[in-house]
Each structure stands twice: as structure tokens, then as C-alpha cells.
């Protein structure tokens, strides 16, 4: 266990946030042990999987637990299912990468996805018509009420759009150990209709797409459009798309006849970039926070020494003004400590 540990190179926003007690736990006893210690001295616990969804905006006087549990098994389910089980500390995009070499569909559309397999539920996931519950199983975790472990299945993650029990009722109260994904051996379910991903399969001259195509093409066009946290500090969509009541968005036509929206039944989803970059603010930078000069939804560390409040307050200013303009109020997708 290390003190006054600086969390830098653990956030991929890159703040220079520091935990009290810091530790990395690679098995179960050694998660047990820390969380026992923590009790034992009342001190509070942030886990950490790869820091890509956390805003610190200030020091963390507690213990910090980095969850670096490794592993993958497979269990046959049938002729053209298999069962992949991956634990928490496995990088989501390594393990991606993984199954597509395995030809094992149904993760290439969130490719490139920063973070840990462990964190993968609790914002189910999701990019270019893919959210992780649809090929989500299950998942293991250990109740901090009781120390015992517990299996949730789809049903009972209750997953929504960048939303699930792990970030409501159940927050802070159970940390996810290993996550299981049915996955497909063939016949796969391409999905090339959302975003980019048939314009940039076309440019490349493919007409039959494989899974391994369709992961490429979404890697180019992440890497086209965001950020490397590598070089410049982000945690990717800083605020969720709003839905709005029909009625809301009706009216809002009349006024911004150009706003684009997703009709579902009576309520509208309304890009949240789309809405921020109106109010001017793609590309805006605010002392060391910017909003990214491509993509207006990421807030980004623009100098490198932002601090977490810094880059707070730069994303209240967002949310005033996109509330004054349309009447509508943004909601934070990163976790913000
Ligand atoms: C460039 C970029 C692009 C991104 N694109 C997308 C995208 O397309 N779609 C998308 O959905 N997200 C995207 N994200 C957000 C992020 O990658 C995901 O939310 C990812 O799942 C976060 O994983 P992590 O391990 O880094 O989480 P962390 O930031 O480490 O943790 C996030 C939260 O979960 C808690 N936590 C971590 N591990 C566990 C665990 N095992 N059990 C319980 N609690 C835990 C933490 O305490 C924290 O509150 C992007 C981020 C970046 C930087």
C-alpha cells in the first residue's frame, strides 16, 4: 500500500489528483484483504479500472483500489455460441481484439473503447449501434455489505442507455469482478448501418463485410474523431445525449428548425454535441479546459496541467448555456469524485 499516491498516470484525463492510500489487487483475497482494511481504519474506497470515466476534482482521502485481476475462459454453448468470460482488470479493447482473432462475433462495433472488461456494465457500454447487453450474460461481484459474492444476469443489471444498477441503487456497493458475453462462432450479426461505418467500409472497396472489417473501420473513425488520451486529456463524451419529451423537441423545431433528433415513441434523443456546438463551444478553451476542436461533446485537458475543478466548472459553463439556449439540461456521463 502506497500513501499520498498521485493519481496521474491512473485518470486518462491525466489530473494530478492525489488518493490518500493507494493499492493494485490482482486476486480476491487481496481485494478482501483492502476492503477489510478499510473498514477497519473508516476509511472510504474508489476503484479504479482504467481511469477513463472519472473527473478527480480533488484529492481522494480514502483508499484507492486499482483492480488488476487478469484472465479469459471460454465454455462451448452450442455448434455457434460461446461463452467468453473475461475478468475485471483485462483492457476492454485488448479483449476485443482477442475474440476477433478467435473470430468469436459480436464486440467488433466497440472496438477501441478505452477501459477495463470490469467497468464494461456499469454504463452498459455502447458505440455504433452496440450496447454491451446485447451480448451481455452475466457478471460476478463482490458485495461490500457482506463480502460475499453475487451474480447478476441481464435481466437484473438493468441496463439502459449509458446507465445499469451499478450506477444507480447498487452504487458503491458492489464491485464487478468478471464479466460473461455470449458471443458468436459464425453466421455473425454485422451491423454497418449507424454512424460512418458503411461510407468508410465503401471507401475501402468492401462489399461483404467480416467482423474483422467492421472492427478496422470503427477504429479508423475513432481515430479520425477523438482524442488519444495518450497525448490529450479526456474521458471521451463528456455529458449524455438528453431525451426529450416530443412535445419539447416540437416546439424547439420551430425555433431551430436544423435540430436533429432521435423519435422514439413520445420522447426525442437530442445529440448533446450538437447542441453544445450552437452555443459556441467547440473548440473553446477556458484557462487550461477545452472543448475538443472535432467533437464538441469531449471536454479535453488542452494544456496538460488542468485541474479536475478546472475542467468541472468548464463543464458547468456547458450546461448553463445549452439550458439557457434550448431549455435543456445536460447530464454528466463522466463520473465526476
Ligand atoms: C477517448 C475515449 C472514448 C470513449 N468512448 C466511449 C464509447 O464510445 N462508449 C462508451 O460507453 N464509453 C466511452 N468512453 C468512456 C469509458 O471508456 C468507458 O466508460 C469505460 O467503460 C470506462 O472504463 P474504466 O475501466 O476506464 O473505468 P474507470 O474510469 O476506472 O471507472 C469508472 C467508474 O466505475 C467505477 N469502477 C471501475 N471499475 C469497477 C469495477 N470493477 N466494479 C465496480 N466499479 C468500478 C469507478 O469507481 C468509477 O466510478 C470513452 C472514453 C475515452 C477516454
Redesign the pocket.
Known sequence: MQENFSLKPYN?FGVDAKAKYFIEVQTLEQLRDAISYSKDHHLQI?????????LLTKDFDGLAIK?SFKGISEEDLNENEVLVTAK?GEN?HEFVMYCLEKNYGGLENLSL????V???P??N???YGTEIKDIFVSCTVLDLENLELKTFNLEQCHFGY?DSI?KQEGKGR???LEVSFKLTRKDHHIKTEYGAIKTELDNSGITHPTIQDVSKAVINIRQSK??D?KVTG????FFKNPTIPLVQFEELKHQFENIPGYPNGDVVKVPAGWLIEQCGWKGKQIGNAASHKLQALVIINATGNATGKEIFDFSTEIINSVKEKFGIELEREV?IL
Open positions: 486518462t474508489l476503484f479504479l479500472g482504467g481511469g477513463s470515466n472519472i483492480l475485471a476492454w473503447i478505452p477501459g477495463n470490469g467497468t464494461s456499469m454504463q457500454i455502447g458505440a449509458r451499478f458492489y464491485v464487478i477523438l482524442p488520451p479526456n474521458a471521451g463524451s463520473n
